[in-house]
């Protein structure tokens, strides 16, 4: 079994080469995008030496590939690509519009010579996951690229999936998954419930569900769930916008973090395909609504969402009116501003069922006094385990507030009755009342700096792009 120090290793290789490729003009996101892709490859190989067959067409194989050099493996690379990208399975999936990205040849050489020295296929499915997921975590704190939008947390991943509590018979969806981490987490959660091998296939090949319309981030989450024995024959992730593409699939557990902010110019309105919501040019309120639309009564909802969610008022207040009409939000988890790679963004953690009207809603304040940054003091799962303590899962008649108005006014864990909720214009509940004294040191302060410099490096770099060089 492979070890802790064997998989750092495995981990500094794979960063050795991306350090010598961004040297070469080649960004970290591209490089892991070919890496996958490279991986497949010999995968496929190492499948089909153990006699159990290939799931590559003849002339576009790992050993197709592995015997040229110059130009002609460049060519025969790309080749591969175009031809790959047209399968509608497994493989169409992972290479979803598939393009080269190293045009050098000694470049790609390198990757597939560092492929080249490993068996990957006969790897613990944990454990060559565990080498992808620190790939992909890595790839998110690149600010340049932007890659982080695409990354949730794994600490907060794995306190919402704990206090959800999906079983193995159960099906759960992410609408916009990102890089996989809220399916993969699920499935982990999952797969120890039980041994029983029917359980355990309906888990591998009917449980999970993921959907996103960036072709880059559909080939990393599939890559991530089939590295870990998911959905080897069918990726469970679909390339689609969710918001536009209606379907009739009902699942029991979502959890997800929508992208925030206005739908993208040129895109198509999501009011011309879903005449049902209420209109509206907000994102996370569109996939509030689609994701109220695609859960089954009964069913258990944990989504990110920002303030304005629960503040602002026209279509905003009545898709919130709706929700607290057919759905149970019982619980919200206040977070801090420092935890996402996008910084300054303030987010909440919705959790509802499907079936009763709201009554109370008890909230968790993991925010006022709270501070955390990525680079000296991110937010580990330690950090969320009172509040997964107070939401007391499968037993929620026996919850009881830290917050008492005489003893503990400070209190984080509060229930609000339905008449207070009543009495409110929003759901923006503060009461915590901390005089904040700023006790970061100078290296912390100049670390959010820089973070702050650095987001709006990058809003400058996508607005040119946008903007496709217009002289203003």
């Not at 907060?156 to 990102?178: F, M, N, Q």
């Not at 309105?269 to 009564?297: C, G």
């Not at 990110?304 to 009116?321: I, Q, Y």
């Amino acid at each position: 079994m492979a070890n802790q120090k064997t998989e750092g290793a495995l981990l500094n290789k794979v960063w050795n080469i991306a350090n010598v490729l961004a040297a070469a003009g080649v960004g970290f996101t591209d490089y892991i995008t070919q890496l996958t892709y490279i991986l497949f490859l010999k995968m496929d190989d190492e499948k089909e030496e153990l006699g159990l067959g290939s799931s590559i067409p003849d002339g576009y194989k790992w050993a197709d590939l592995i015997k040229l050099n110059g130009t002609d493996l460049v060519d025969k690379y790309e080749e591969i690509l175009e031809e790959l990208s047209k399968d509608d399975g497994l493989i169409g999936t992972i290479f979803t519009k598939a393009t080269n990205k190293i045009d050098r040849p000694v470049m790609l050489k390198k990757v597939i010579d560092m492929v080249s020295e490993e068996n990957w296929y006969m790897m613990e499915g944990d454990f060559k996951g565990a080498i992808y997921e620190g790939i992909l975590e890595k790839n998110g704190q690149d600010k340049k690229s932007g890659a982080g939008q695409y990354f949730t947390p794994r600490a907060l991943i794995s306190a919402i999936v704990d206090v959800i509590d999906p079983k193995i018979t159960e099906t759960v969806a992410d609408p916009c998954c990102g890089t996989g981490g809220f399916l993969l987490a699920a499935y982990e959660h999952m797969r120890k419930q039980s041994k029983d091998v029917e359980k355990q296939k309906f888990l591998k090949n009917n449980a999970l569900y993921g959907a996103d319309n960036t072709s880059l981030v559909v080939t990393l989450a599939s890559m991530n769930l089939y590295l870990h024995d998911i959905g080897v024959n069918k990726s469970p992730i679909a390339y689609k916008d969710s918001l536009i593409e209606t379907t009739d699939d009902l699942y029991q557990v979502v959890m997800t973090n929508p992208p925030f902010g206005t739908r993208p110019q040129g895109s198509v309105e999501v009011s011309a395909n879903r005449p049902e919501f209420i209109k509206t040019t907000d994102n996370q309120v569109n996939f509030l609504q689609h994701i109220m639309s695609i859960i089954k009564t009964g069913g258990r909802v944990g989504v990110v969402l920002p303030d304005s969610v629960l503040t602002d008022g026209s279509a905003t207040a009545k898709v919130r009116e709706k929700l607290m009409k057919d759905y149970n939000l019982h619980t919200i988890l206040r977070l801090p501003t420092g935890i996402f790679y996008a910084n300054g963004v303030k987010t909440n953690v919705l959790f509802f069922e499907k079936g009763e009207s709201t009554k109370d809603i008890w909230v968790y304040d993991y925010r006022t006094g709270v501070k955390h940054t990525m680079a000296t003091k991110p937010m580990t799962r330690e950090h969320l385990q009172e509040f997964v303590d107070c939401y007391c899962s499968g037993h929620m008649q026996d919850r009881k507030e830290t917050y008492d108005a005489d003893t503990n006014p400070n209190g984080r864990w509060r229930k609000f009755t339905e008449n207070e909720i009543k009495a409110r214009e929003d759901l923006n509940f503060k009461w915590i009342d901390f005089t904040e004294e700023d006790d970061r040191s100078v290296g912390e302060i100049l670390d959010e700096m820089q973070d702050e410099a650095d987001g709006i490096s990058a809003a400058v770099a996508q607005l040119k792009e946008l903007l496709g060089g217009i002289e203003l």
